[in-house]
């Protein structure tokens, strides 16, 4: 084992959030990610690859930069420069969790270059309390499909792994959407009915990813809490949502706050249908990118890396 505070590598999964009814609570890991490696230098740098390269090989203004400053300055330790290698497979802006992924990638190389001895429990409330409201960092920390809250002064989180047959696929529009400008649009009180829906529909969508019940996701994942009004920012959304039920398709949502659109699929045979029905209902509106793949089990693996010719790796123990 290799002394504490050298090279790290760190492999964070998208998520996809709300789900339809679970407002702030449900989410799922996906198999796509944010890879990020660093060791002490001279000074900072990024040499970054894969999507928006160029926002994250950035060092003004770079979320990973800033927030590992920050912690570090607020545990009292002094700020080394890093050199950060990025692969980043995950859609910025997009609802698809990366601003989870940047986040909880700040902390961990925070607690692991300032020796902060933090357990995974603290990681996660710490991103939870970045990010405002836990279940992105939930997904992205443990895998799989998490229900999770700030319930009794913490983070509670419960989480099952997502049924092996089924597929996602999401489906991604030309521009981006700020999470501020989709919580914009949202009321501030609801009436009963609307509540009373979305609390059945989720309560059926924890039970249908822990029981593999596809039949249920055309309705567990219906939403009047926040999908209703943000129909007119994620154009997206209202061509796809009578899909559900239809091609292989079991269920369809917002992935997070949008604009990105899930489609939840019963296996891999039947992604190619689906694809093809997602394109043919777009016809007209925009040509978009689907990004087909499964639900990710394993949630953030941190590797520290021997300094040998080999780099045999070994996991850290959160």
Partial sequence: ???????????????????????????????FYLTVEAEPAAEFSIAASGRDA???GALEDNLVIELYRTLMEREGRESRPLAIRMENEIPLGMGCGSSAAGRLAAIVLAN?????????????????????HPDNAAACWLGGFVASGTLGGGVQVAHVPAPDDWRAIVVLPTEPLATSTARAV????????????????????GLAFAQGRGDLL??????????????????????????AGQ??????????????????VEN????????????????????????????????TCVVELARTSTEEPYCSGF
């Fill in 247 to 264: 091609s292989g398709i079991l269920g369809v949502a917002l992935s997070g706050a949008g604009p990105a659109v899930l489609a939840i």
């Fill in 112 to 132: 692991h270059f300032g020796q902060f001895g933090w357990t995974g429990d603290r990681v996660l409330a710490e991103a939870s309390e970045l990010e405002g």
């Fill in 268 to 299: 891999e045979a039947a992604a190619e249908s689906a694809a093809l029905a997602i394109h043919a209902a777009l016809q007209g509106v925009q040509r978009p990118e689907l990004l087909v793949c499964r639900f990710q089990g394993e949630g």
């Fill in 186 to 205: 949202l009321p501030a009180i609801y009436a009963r009915p609307d509540v009373v829906t979305n609390l059945q529909a989720v309560a059926m969508l």
């Fill in 54 to 56: 160029d926002r994250c």
């Fill in 218 to 243: 055309k309705v567990a994942m219906t939403d009047r809490v926040h999908q209703p009004y943000r129909l007119a920012i994620c154009p997206l959304l209202p061509t796809l949502l009578p899909l």
């Fill in 1 to 31: 084992m290799m002394e504490s505070g050298g090279r790290i590598r760190v492999r964070l999964p998208a998520t996809s959030a709300n789900l339809g009814p679970g407002f702030d609570t449900a989410a799922v890991a996906l198999d």
